[in-house]
């Protein structure tokens, strides 16, 4: 995939995880979290359009600050987002207006990288934003699943011992 098709599969996929970040969510602990950032991350990587030939240096000091943005973004996500327990162990979750601030000033943050390439005259291709939200997604789900103790206890037990917000 390159150019169009690329950036209209990115934008299909941010969409239906905002959409779902927004809903009532039940976590479960044998549901695979890390498929979709995976294959968007060897997507991005099979592409090979990381970086701009003209400019190797400032593509790689591009690529390092837009991983460091995905990092904070993903986390932002994960912290933002409501997680409790039901009364028959069930962990749920749910994104807060905060969550949504947290898109915004990632979109920012994107943004920004993306401006002082082109202000610098490097090119990066959309596999960096694919790559950054590959890695935003993986860290979210990640952190979500260490709230909610499923990674734990996914191999030692049942989830009622969770010590995670009650919210009822």
């Not at 987002?81 to 207006?97: A, F, I, L, N, P």
């Not at 291709?125 to 990640?142: D, E, K, N, Q, Y």
């Amino acid at each position: 995939m390159s150019g169009i098709p690329e950036a209209l599969a990115i934008a299909a996929i941010a969409t239906l995880v905002l959409v779902r970040q927004f809903r009532t969510v039940r976590l479960a602990a044998d549901r695979k979290w890390w498929l979709l950032p995976a294959l968007l991350g060897f997507s991005a990587l099979h592409n090979g359009s990381l970086m701009d030939a003209h400019h190797p240096t400032g593509s790689v000091v591009l690529l390092v600050v837009e991983l460091l943005v995905s990092l904070g973004i993903g986390v932002g996500w994960a912290f933002t987002t409501r997680v409790w327990s039901d009364e028959r162990g069930d962990v749920w979750t749910k994104g807060t207006v905060a969550t949504a601030g947290t898109w915004v000033g990632g979109l920012a943050a994107r943004a920004a990288v993306l401006g002082i390439g082109l202000a610098l005259g490097i090119h990066l291709g959309s596999s960096v934003i694919m790559l950054g939200f590959a890695l935003s997604l993986l860290v979210r789900s990640g952190v979500l699943m260490w709230r909610a103790g499923l990674l734990r206890t996914a191999y030692v037990g049942p989830l009622a011992p969770l010590a995670v917000e009650d919210h009822r």
